[in-house]
């Protein structure tokens, strides 16, 4: 009876330390997705919502061509925004962390000014630096190249690319920062005596234990692009809109939510599906990596 009497202050405890938490979860996570999915199954009118069961929003979904092009524009741009965020952020990382010494914290500090700025104001920022009277076509024109501004930089895929991997750069930064600042100079002091070079180090040493870090980096910036809305509406145009700008459509446009709704839905289980296999190849890996050591 002591025993139990003992457990229970604990329990009690642990109960209020994490109830503050699972309520913020209740509230502000399930409660708005489970009506997502209510909506997603209900009937639109001209003057409000039917609230009947129907499949009638996830068919159309399913069904439309132009949904398959937009998601499949936002998977690529998406995967190419987050390789490239990531290609560039992982060296940079590595090279603040291994060559700054007292000062990597001042470079990484310069890497994510930019997460304090603004989300709108750095992509008008590019929009300005893209633009036909923007900085690249001046540049392009004092140094020779055209003879007249060129629109091929704006509303493009590309642009939208480029700006999203700048978007991207500093979350993969941070994730492989954080982790590389950890890692001990004594190991690579020791792979140094054992006769391995830099790149051998970083290769085989190094890489392994940042992995992980990275592609948490790489999966956060590719759900970031995947939804965007905003960058395809200031610096895609037609050809660059992505599959977040066709679901605002849906719910401001058209005014139909149960469509958007569904069509919400299919995003997130689009990049929900995706992560999931990146996840589970991850894993896979790192199982035949074990077997083979």
């Known amino acids: 009876m002591s025993v139990v009497a003992a457990r229970m202050p604990r329990s009690l405890g642990r109960a209020l330390t994490t109830a503050p938490a699972l309520l913020w979860i209740a509230v502000f996570v399930l409660a708005p997705n489970v009506i997502l999915v209510l909506y997603s199954f209900w009937k639109n009118q001209i003057f ?10 996830y068919s159309q979904v399913i069904h439309s061509d132009t949904v398959l092009t937009l998601l499949l524009r936002s998977f ?60 690249l076509n001046g540049f392009l024109e004092q140094t020779g190249l055209i003879s007249k501004p060129s629109g091929i930089f704006l509303f493009s895929p590309w642009a939208v690319g480029i700006v999203m991997t700048y978007v991207g750069i500093p979350y993969v930064f941070l994730a492989a920062y954080t982790l590389l600042d950890r890692i001990p100079p004594s190991l690579y002091e020791a792979a140094g005596d054992c006769g391995a070079s830099s790149w051998h180090t970083l290769r085989t040493v190094i ?87």
Do not use: H
């Open 48 to 57: 409000g919502v039917q609230k009947t069961f129907t499949l009638d929003n």
């Open 76 to 135: 690529l741009i998406a995967t190419v925004a987050a390789t490239l965020a990531t290609l560039i952020a992982f060296p940079l990382a590595y090279v603040v962390v291994r060559y700054f010494g007292r000062r990597k914290f001042l470079a990484a500090l310069l890497v994510i000014v930019p997460l304090w700025v603004s989300f709108l104001m750095r992509v008008f920022s590019w929009k300005i630096i893209l633009g036909e009277n923007g900085i």
């Open 207 to 293: 890489w392994p234990i940042a992995r992980p870090a990275v592609v948490v980096g790489y999966m956060l910036v590719f759900v970031i692009v995947f939804g965007d809305y905003v960058t395809p509406a200031l610096v895609g145009g037609f050809s660059g809109t992505m599959i977040g700008s066709f679901v605002l459509q849906a719910f401001g446009g058209l005014n139909n939510w149960p469509y958007g709704a569904a069509l919400a839905l299919t995003t997130v289980v689009c990049a929900l599906v995706f992560l999931g296999l990146a996840s589970l190849l991850l894993r896979k890996r790192y199982v035949l990596e074990g077997e083979t050591a």
